[in-house]
């Protein structure tokens, strides 16, 4: 049946069968692997390639699994073959190719936007039960109009899926306060490579658990999941403010992520922008409404080549009074040293601050550059070296712009759980640095060879300068570059892996192990 997929597949590339046999296939090889979803061989396209647009491949088949027993009997399926491999995609939001399986079988794990969330008291708490598939923006949703909850760690954009944030790590400005997204998981539903479905969390099975979280889909595919939530708020009050200098910026930003709840802001982010009138890179980015009156004097004043904008929120509620949450604005802002006349703000409510980056999405798939190639790169930098790396790769390298955001905020060592598979610098503080580039064709700007090329050297001046940073959503060709990427805990990775996908059948676009036959 496996070879008979191969050639099905191959004789549907050169049009040689009809539809009707088409379907008919379709249906003995859904019976072959006992799926109760659907398989599909010809609309395929979508799922060899991702947000990225670096990469392309060509999957034997996309699988719509109806649930983990799917999922299951696929990667059984798939362990009876010398070569087939199994890749399980979300959204397709990776960069790198990371959710691609070449010529073998992808599956389609994003869920309807009506699919259940159920809350579960939790302790001291409350959780919801959410599965792999499901989009961050509809749990949004979700929780707060169903139950007024919301999870408490998010990422910026939330058109990811549940098992695709956690398969990495999933940050934001609520990190410093609850950590990533891996910390604030309770329990799991995993099929792992062996095609077993398995519970797992801290203390049942808590080695698959922690190896899964941030394990880049190498031992399992997450069905579902466990997530805390908390009271979600009504309104936030969000706010820029600009720096000229960055120790100012940094230690400013630093001192807010380690204030106890209640004395500090419930967001913080920061990015770097270019000192010009550049309405992508230079000033206009740091409005909040470009129908607000903007004088771009306080930033002229200054030569450098690029400046700093320190981004934070405040929740409350529609009961408070506006009086009051001027007050403890004021008083938080007061402690900051950003420059006099630079400070921007918009109240908007908690869905729509959480679902911000959706209408950037929107403008940018109306200006025709949400397809084009994203070459992005993300990193965790130590705090020993963001200023370096400031002098070294803000100022010089990138001094302007890189035709989207380029972020930079602090992050608490201590809210991570160490022993998921997440590798990070060394320091109780890291930043997060994540440059998201749009290529536009609609303008004069570099290729999208010459921003991979300029990405590698920014990693490449990385290395020569002894900076402690480590790759966040890695993607590395050769083993050697993933043994230096985990370091000492390359052992236990590659541990776990034989334990939980001794086949490497699992997430091949990750290019991390290479598919074998266990029987030979």
């Known amino acids: 049946m496996i070879a008979y997929l191969e050639h099905f597949v191959h004789e549907n590339d050169s049009d040689a069968m009809l539809q009707q046999e088409d379907e008919e296939a379709a249906s003995r090889l859904c019976q072959a692997m006992d799926l109760q979803g659907t398989i599909d061989y010809r609309s395929t396209g979508y799922a060899g390639k991702d947000f990225g647009g670096l990469h392309a491949s060509t999957p034997l088949a996309v699988i719509r699994p109806s649930g983990s027993h799917d999922i299951a009997s696929v990667i059984r399926f798939a362990s009876q ?6 890749a399980a995609r979300g959204n397709g939001h990776s960069i790198n190719g990371q959710a691609m399986a070449n010529r073998g079988l992808v599956l389609d794990m994003k869920e309807s936007s009506d699919a259940g969330i159920d809350l579960i008291r939790y302790t001291d708490g409350y959780a919801v039960d959410v599965g792999g598939g499901a989009l961050w923006e509809d749990v949004l949703r979700w929780c707060v109009l ?5 999870p408490r760690s998010w990422t910026d954009y939330l058109g990811l899926t549940v098992g695709g944030t956690l398969s990495n790590a999933g940050v934001s400005g609520q990190t410093f306060r609850y950590g990533p997204q891996t910390s ?29 979280l941030g394990g880049l889909g190498q031992f399992g595919i997450i069905t579902r999941a466990r997530i805390l939530v908390q009271p979600a708020p009504d309104m936030v009050r969000w706010i820029r403010v600009v720096y000229s200098e960055f120790d100012e910026f940094t230690q400013d930003a630093e001192s807010l992520i380690t204030q106890s709840e209640g004395e500090s802001f419930d967001y913080v982010e920061g990015f770097v922008f270019v000192n010009s009138d550049d309405p992508v890179n230079g000033w206009p980015s740091v409005l909040l409404n470009p129908d607000h009156a903007f004088d771009p004097t306080p930033m002229t004043r200054f030569d450098n080549p690029v400046l ?42 908690y869905v729509d601050f959480l679902l911000r980056v959706k209408e950037a999405e929107k403008q940018a798939k109306a200006n025709g550059i949400w397809d084009t190639p994203h070459p992005w790169l993300n990193l965790f930098v130590s705090k020993s070296s963001i200023m370096d790396f400031d002098r070294c790769v803000f100022k010089k390298i990138l001094k302007d712009g890189i035709g989207g955001p380029m972020l930079v905020y602090p992050i608490l060592r201590s809210k991570w759980d160490e022993r998921a598979s997440i590798v990070l610098p060394e320091g109780d503080i890291f930043y997060i640095v994540a440059l998201l580039r749009f290529t536009n ?5 570099p290729s999208v060879r010459d921003l991979v090329l300029q990405n590698q050297e920014i990693i490449q001046t990385c290395v020569r300068s002894g900076f402690d940073f480590k790759l966040y959503l890695p993607h590395y060709n050769t083993e050697d570059d993933w043994k230096q990427h985990f370091g000492d805990r390359w052992l236990w990775f590659v541990e776990m892996k034989s334990r939980y996908d001794p086949m490497a059948i699992l997430a091949p676009g990750q290019k991390i192990f290479t598919r074998h036959d266990e029987s030979c």
């Open 81 to 86: 073959s010398p070569n087939l491999t199994v």
């Open 308 to 349: 700093y904008c320190l981004e934070v929120a405040l929740h409350y509620n529609k009961g408070n009074c506006s009086t009051t949450v001027d007050t403890r604005v004021e008083k938080l802002l007061g402690r900051l040293r950003f420059m006099e006349d630079t400070q921007f703000q918009v109240d908007l409510t």
């Open 441 to 445: 064709p609609y303008q004069k700007s």
């Open 146 to 150: 169903e139950f007024g909850y919301s």
């Open 184 to 212: 604030n998981v309770t329990e799991l539903e995993v099929v792992t490579g062996n095609g077993d479905t398995v519970i797992c969390s801290d203390t049942q099975n808590s080695e698959l658990f922690f190896s899964v």
